[in-house]
């Protein structure tokens, strides 16, 4: 079974398209969804609540003051059950059914002890594109290890390599982190295509200007020193 962590942060007005993908995806797949209610002000909770009781496949977990995105997927994979577990977005800029082909990925390897997938983003705009290609050469130039597109979902792993896990962070930064630890210790990493459109609802916190995507580049530059010399004090 594969766990599906997908933090939602108000979130309100893309729960009910959200929610009808992910009762379509545990219908088709052996797979558990997990939505957790990042500390959301909006009427997240309530929706969670009224619109999952009726199947048991998709599970809330409540984190009741929002910490960072990375800390909603930890409190969701500590929940989580299967023998593979991972994330994605809740906005739908990324189809949560595009864990069915990670799925085929996962189901073709005839030891997936060790493994890692990553979608890979296609379709978004040039700009994003550019921003995307500086960050993978700083990252890989840095931890001297191939590292590309790192925030693109849906993410999974087999669960004998979350479960070497040790202080893993709380905010956008846990990508990365998850990303390298797999190529540290050599796991399969398999990366497959996934159309990434628009945002149906709201607006992103780190990309709604470039002011805040400079926020966001200082804190993973920050992280990444910062993980980096951990690695080198091993």
């Not at 296609?122 to 960050?135: E, K, S």
């Not at 992103?204 to 580049?217: D, E, G, P, T, V």
């Amino acid at each position: 079974m594969i766990s599906l962590v997908i933090p939602c942060y108000n979130e309100g007005q893309a729960l009910n398209s959200l929610i009808k993908k992910c009762e379509q995806l545990v219908e088709r797949s052996d797979v558990e969804i997990l939505l957790v209610d990042n500390g959301s002000t909006d009427q997240t909770s309530e929706i969670l609540k009224e619109t999952v009781k009726s199947n048991t496949r998709i599970r809330v977990v409540k984190v009741e003051v929002n910490i960072g995105y990375g800390h909603g997927i930890l409190a969701g994979l500590a929940e989580s059950r299967g023998e593979f577990v991972g994330w994605t977005h809740a906005d739908l800029q990324t189809d949560p059914m595009d864990l069915i082909a990670a799925e085929r990925k996962i189901e073709s390897l005839a030891d997936p002890d060790y493994l890692f997938v990553k979608g890979l983003r296609r379709g978004r705009p040039i700009a994003d594109m550019v921003f995307t290609i500086g960050m993978s050469i700083f990252e890989s130039a840095l931890f001297r290890m191939a590292l590309w597109d790192i925030n693109a979902q849906p993410t999974i792993l087999s669960r004998s390599l979350y479960e070497r896990w040790t202080d893993p962070p709380s905010d956008f930064s846990l990508d990365l982190f998850a990303y390298v630890q797999a190529r540290r210790i050599g796991a399969t990493i398999i990366r497959f295509p996934v159309f990434f459109g628009d945002r149906l609802y709201g607006h992103s916190k780190w990309n709604l200007n470039w002011k805040a995507k400079l926020n966001f580049i200082r804190r993973t530059l920050s992280y990444s020193r910062d993980l980096k010399r951990n690695f080198s004090n091993e």
